[in-house]
């Protein structure tokens, strides 16, 4: 089908929210940036614009740095721990509430399909959030029993407090933009930070959406501030701001990277959701009713463009053929096409730049050898729409197996029988290790190569199984730390001890 044909208006709420002056919003106001730039926001379906969005720079940041720093010490630090809930909690209703529009500007920013979109706000953006609502009640520190040194057993007392860390800069990716909002809100609000939030320049309206309901639930001014701008100018001066107590971020790893050199000048400190290049390993007794779908949508979900993407399938030598040929089947029939179109299984690339890249890998693939099961094609017409794209007969000396693509393009290459460590060895090769999933019957086969998985996380007969409950991150250059969970509450929190000897 040729995606772009298809021309669907934005609703006239949709249109009525493209149509205003797009500022950011700093210590609860919504200012024009100092420099007066602005970033052009296009539709990646149709290429057409959408808005002129303010671009925040240095100075911006500063502004907003201080406004959450005087919030952090001013109204927010005096709410109560349910009062704080509450207002995670409104903020989840509220945006609920906005589901329709909230979707729609996701999609015409971003691309995805409008089902995923409804589906992944109301399911997890806002469960997110109050998940991390219920968390702001239970921080809670430790009385720790033993003596100091020197002092006689019953004459002290010594007690933790988990006190918040302080201004948060949050920068995020483009490829799920309201979500990546919502993950770094949660935790840092129930922790009871403040944070200055700059979302990706190629999909910035959501944010700038959530920044509305943010007004209408009654934060107090300045806890959240909102700058959109550029990596290398908003981006680079948040990372480095020596009042920021916290950078957390999710993108590429060449740019975490750059996040933790920015980040030493103070110390703060930082969390990296990365790269991947997730392993999928079908073992010959595998449920093949389960891997085909569980394994295509795994590489091609979000275009493919997704941190967790299964984008390595390593399949059992004896079903090899089989597995490649019904994936790449599968691949074939979905439908392609602007996210808002409710035919359309996959969305558009993010932008030329995206599909001339992945484009670039299409092509190294080829010449490396890899045989071409499906894809490899770009659609005519407008939008940056690329075909869920299948190479057989790869290897980990191949560019296309090594790196991340961040699009629609999957590897597969097989497995003999013998040792699970080699399996293993072969699906850990390579500098990431954010995810992974294992497909089998045999629950011993399941559970050991789940643990040799070099992985923040492995799923067993489905993949990237994420829920707010269940921590999520990478080893090796997939990141640092961990988000979700418990555990994500802690990057937002620092300890403090205090010993009273009587
Ligand atoms: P992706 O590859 O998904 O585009 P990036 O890592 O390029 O991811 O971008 C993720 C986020 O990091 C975006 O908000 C982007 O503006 C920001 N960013 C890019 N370069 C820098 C930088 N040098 N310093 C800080 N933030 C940056």
Known sequence: MSAAAQNITPSPDAQSFLNREHRLLIG??????????????FNPATEGHLAKVAAGGKDDIDRAVSA????????????????????????????????????????????????LAQYSIASFGCEFLRYYAGWATKITGDTIPVSPTGVRNGESLTYTRREPIGVVGAIIPWNAPLIMATLKLGPALAAGCTVVLKPAEQTPLTALFLGELIKRVGFPDGVINIVPGYGETAGAALAAHPDVDKIAFTGSTEVGKKIVAAAMGNLKRVTLELGGKSPMVVFPDADLSRVIPGVTRGAFFLQGQNCMAGTRLFVHQDIFDKVVAQVGDLAGKFR????????????????????DRVMGYVASGKQSGAELVCGGEVLPGRGFFVKPTLFSKTNMDMQIAREEIFGP????????????????????????GLSGSVWTRDISVAHRMAAMIDAGQVSINCHAAVDPAIPFGGNKQSGWGREFGREGLDPYLKTKATTVVY
């Open 28 to 41: 609860g106001q919504w200012v024009t940036s100092a420099s007066r730039e602005s970033i052009d926001v």
């Open 68 to 115: 959450a720093r005087k919030a952090f010490r001013g109204e927010w630090s005096k709410l109560t721990a349910y009062e704080r809930t509450r207002l995670i909690w409104k903020l989840a209703d509220e945006l609920e509430a906005n589901l329709a529009l909230a979707s729609e500007l996701e999609v015409l920013d971003n691309g995805m399909p409008l089902m």
């Open 336 to 355: 392609i096409g602007p996210g808002m179109s409710p035919d359309s299984d996959l969305g558009p690339l993010i932008s030329a730049e995206q599909r």
């Open 409 to 432: 393009v999957l590897c597969a290459q097989s497995f003999g029988d013998g040792e699970l460590q080699a399996v293993a060895d072969e699906a850990n090769k390579g500098i990431y």
